[in-house]
C-alpha cells in the first residue's frame, strides 16, 4: 500500500556549539547554520583488498558512508530495475561500472551502472531476509563478489557469477568486513563473530569463532589499528584479533539493545545508537566520551566522514550531524514534518555524504531524500513502500538505492531512462 500524501520537507539546520559539557539536543532546532560549512571531502582511497569506488557495507571498514565525488543534485532518475523481491540489501559498487545489489527473494544481480541491465545474475534457490539491510554483498580486489545470502550462509562468487564455495552458518549472516592480510570477518545474528582467512582455491579457513554472548544486528567495523568492533544485545564490543583467536578487549553497555552498526571516527571514537534514547561515542579504551539524547530511538546505522562528521538517522525523520570528537550538534536534516495520525517517517538507512557534504538518506515513509549541505533540500522521490536499503554513490556521484517495492534506483539527477530494464 502506498504511503499517505505528506507534507514537503522541511530542513532544519542548527549551529555548531563549543565544547563543554555532553550534548543534548532540542526537540526542534530553530536556529540556521552560522558557522562555516565543511570543506570538501577528498577522493577517499579504500582498502587494497576491496575492488570500486562502493565495495561494500557503509563503503569501508570505518562505515564512512562518504565517497569524494559529487551525488545527484536533483531527483533525475537514470533507471529504475525491477527486481524479484523487496530490495532490501544495499548495492555495493565495484570497477567497471558493476553494481552488485540482492532482493530478498534470494537472488543477486551484477548490473551495468549505465544501462541498469543485467551482466549476470545468482539464483540461491531460497528467500531471506528481514528489515535489515545489513545484508549487502562485498567486493574483493579480484572482483569476486562475497555475498551475505539465503540459508544463513556466505557465498562466493567469480566476477562472472558463477559459485565459487558456500560456507554456512547457525544464524542469519550479516555483510562481512574485509580486513587486511587475506582476512574477512563475519557476523552472524546468533551473536558469533568469524575470522575468515581467504584462500587462493577453495573455501576459506576459519581461524576463530567468538561468542559475543547476545544475539548481534551490526555488521563489524573496524579502526585503523585494527580493533573490530560489533555489538551484542545492549553492548557495544571491542574485539582483538590475535591472531588464532579473538578477544574481547571491552564492553561498553548503553541502555537498551543496539539494531544498528558502529562506525569509527577518524580519532578512533566509536559512534553508535540504540532503543534508548542516546547517541553514543565511546573512545578506543572502552570509556564514554560524549552522549547525545536524540529523545527517540534509530534504526539508522551511524555514518562518519573522514574529516570526523558523524551522521545517523531517527525514528523522527531526521537525520543529525555531530562533532565525532565532542558530539557537539553541527546539523539537522528534517524529511517530513510529523502529524498525529501520520505516517511513520523514520529514517531507517543509514546517511551517504558526497564531496559536499550533501546528505542522502530513505524513510519508512518510502521517501529517498537529497539535501545539500546547506539545507536545501535537492529532491524526494516516493517509491511507493518502505526504504530500509542503505543507500550507495558510485564513482559517477549516481546514487544507487532500493525499496521494498522491488525497486533499484539509480538517481544520477540527469532521466535518461523511466523505463524497467530487464
Known sequence: MRPRPVRAATVLIVALAGCGAPASGPDVPERVFTGPLPSPLPQQPVNPRAAGPWPGFERDARHSSSLGVVGPQS???????????PVVPG???????????ASNAGVVHAIDLRTGRDRWRFDAGATYGSDLSTTAPAVLHDQTVLWPGPRDSLYALTPSGRLRWRVRYGSF???????????????????????????RRGPPRERWALRLGAPTYASPSQASDATIYTTSGSDLVAVRDA??????????????????????????????????????????????????????LTYSSPAVTPDGLAYFGDHRGIVTALDARNGRLLARYAALRLRPGGPSVGVWTAPAIDARHDVYFGTRAGHVYGFAV?????????????????????????????????????????????????
Do not use: C
Open 75 to 85: 531527483a533525475g532518475i537514470r533507471w529504475r530495475r525491477r527486481l524479484e523481491g
Open 173 to 199: 549472516v550479516l555483510s562481512p568486513l574485509v580486513g587486511g592480510d587475506d582476512t574477512v570477518y563475519v557476523a552472524e545474528m546468533a551473536g558469533v563473530l568469524h575470522a575468515l582467512t581467504l584462500r
Open 243 to 296: 591472531g588464532s583467536d579473538g578477544r574481547v578487549r571491552w564492553r561498553f553497555r548503553t541502555g537498551k539493545l543496539i539494531e544498528v552498526s558502529p562506525a569509527v571516527a577518524p580519532d578512533g571514537t566509536v559512534v553508535t545508537g540504540s532503543n534508548d534514547r542516546f547517541q553514543y561515542g565511546v573512545s578506543p579504551d572502552g570509556r564514554l566520551r560524549w552522549r547525545f539524547d536524540r529523545r527517540i
Open 374 to 422: 546547506g539545507g536545501r533540500r535537492l529532491f524526494d522521490i516516493d517509491t511507493g513502500a518502505t526504504v530500509d536499503s542503505y543507500p550507495a554513490l558510485a564513482g559517477d556521484g549516481t546514487l544507487l538505492i532500493g525499496s521494498t517495492s522491488g525497486l533499484l534506483y539509480a538517481i544520477s539527477g540527469r532521466a535518461r531512462s523511466r523505463g524497467d530494464p530487464r
Open 91 to 101: 548495492p555495493a559498487v565495484a570497477r567497471g561500472e558493476v553494481v552488485y545489489a
